[in-house]
């Protein structure tokens, strides 16, 4: 069969490779010719993935029999629109929209009453009063983001402020040869540099672009990933996250809780997650979504008909539950034998390394940190990409925090594998 991956960037290698596995062959879309995916495809076709009509073009050449979906932002759109165009199973460009557009995301479910938030949509010609909405409050683009432009407000006079908050200035650092700035003061005056030079590249606000501004949604927040077979949606794994601190409030940790840790709440949200996936009627698609549980009520924050990054789909879901997504869903696709319902339960964590505001001095040996390790746990996988005397900025997006590496450890318990975190955090020398 023939196979199309839109967006071929490293994290589409491993749907390909399973693709080739599988005896198919692979078409990829990407502008960039130096794309991880592109070089791992059969056909490679240099097209920005943001003009439909030209990759729609370009796959009618190949008698494409499917879409292959891999972790995507907005851009899922064209997969929709490609899948319209050539009549292909999978997402339609209209449902597409409903996972990118984060304000009719909001309004289908809020008016089927899957959401109890307040959102309202902001742009030049469309201000908002601050005081029609309760706090805290979250203001980021209107489509896809990837955690750049959005920003956590506690009180109206912050939205007043925004503006001038994005294009604030910072002052020059000074030269380690004035002879007014002492080597620590100059040490210093580099940190604040940098990390002012990060919070203006994750704060690309365009006056152009539509933004919403929605109330916090208060709870526990954790990721669910899932697939619709046909419209009929099988849960594969749920993820409990931890975040860093407002405003940024980025994921640096999942652990693990389903498969097999709590039924009743594994039965609660495969229940609303049903509801959502209805309402927003997707079908024959990966999906992952990220949700908020208070008491007894679940919130879902946004859902994409497409598989997790951040090293989920194609390493965390396989080690965890012994199925892999990328695997069955092309299994599925092209009519095979398929199977999405968990084979086993793993307590996995995956952590990805959050220090901040330090030079890093000093890189561990994981084979010397296991012998420190709590009772049961142990390293499933070591990724580390950080550099001796790498500064580590503040977390503010993904960008500020997947370059640095991750790790993941298996252990009997969330308790045990919490401390292991700590004793690897403690093993890097920063300054």
């Not at 490679?44 to 943001?50: E, M, V």
């Not at 789909?313 to 965890?320: C, F, G, H, R, S």
């Amino acid at each position: 069969m023939n196979v199309a991956v839109i967006g071929a960037d490293a994290e589409s290698v491993h749907a390909i490779e399973q693709a080739h596995k599988l005896g198919h062959r692979v078409i990829a879309v990407d502008q960039d010719p130096k794309a991880p995916g592109a070089m791992a495809a059969d056909v490679h076709y240099r097209i920005d993935i943001s003009h439909e009509s030209e990759v729609i073009d370009a796959l009618k050449k190949e008698d494409i029999d499917f879409v292959m979906t891999t972790p995507i932002g907005r851009h899922l759109t064209t997969i929709g629109a490609v899948n319209d165009a050539l009549h292909l199973p999978g997402i339609s460009r209209a449902k597409a929209v409903m996972c990118t557009d984060k304000y009719e995301f909001h309004k289908k479910l809020s008016a089927a009453g899957l959401r109890s938030n307040r959102c309202f949509l902001v742009n030049s010609f469309r201000p908002v009063d601050p005081y029609r909405i309760q706090y805290p409050a979250i203001f980021k683009p209107r489509f896809g983001s990837h955690g750049r432009s959005v920003h956590y407000l506690t009180n109206p006079d912050e939205i007043f402020k925004l503006q001038d908050d994005i294009w604030g200035t910072h002052e020059d650092t000074g030269g380690p040869d004035n002879e007014k700035v002492s080597a620590a003061e100059f040490s210093r005056n580099v940190k604040r540099a940098m990390e002012e030079h990060q919070r203006k590249a994750s704060l690309e606000d365009d006056p152009s672009d539509d933004y919403i501004l929605e109330e916090a949604l208060i709870g526990d927040e954790y990721a669910v990933d899932g697939f619709m077979e046909g419209y009929n949606y099988e849960i594969m794994l749920v993820r409990r996250k931890r975040l860093t601190p407002p405003p940024a409030r980025q994921a640096v940790e999942y652990i693990v809780i389903m498969p097999s840790d709590d039924r009743a709440l594994e039965a609660r949200i495969r229940d609303y997650m049903s509801s959502v996936c209805e309402t927003l009627g997707l079908k024959d698609c990966m999906l992952h979504a990220d949700i908020v549980i208070n008491g007894r009520d679940i919130n879902v924050i946004e859902v994409s008909a497409s598989p997790a990054g951040r090293h989920v789909y194609d390493e965390l879901i396989p080690m965890a539950c012994g199925v892999d997504p990328a695997e069955q869903y092309i299994r599925y696709m092209s009519g095979a034998s398929h199977y999405f319902q968990p084979l086993n339960s793993r307590k996995l964590m995956l952590r990805y390394f959050d220090m901040e505001h330090c030079f890093l001095h000093g890189i561990p040996d994981p084979e010397k940190i296991v012998s420190l390790m709590p009772a049961g746990v142990a390293f499933r996988k070591w990724k580390c990409k950080m550099k001796l005397l790498d500064y580590l900025g503040s977390i503010n997006d993904e960008s500020s925090i997947l370059w640095r590496g991750y790790y993941i450890i298996e252990g009997p318990d969330e308790r045990a594998l919490r401390k292991a975190a700590d004793i690897v955090r403690d093993s890097f020398e920063l300054k």
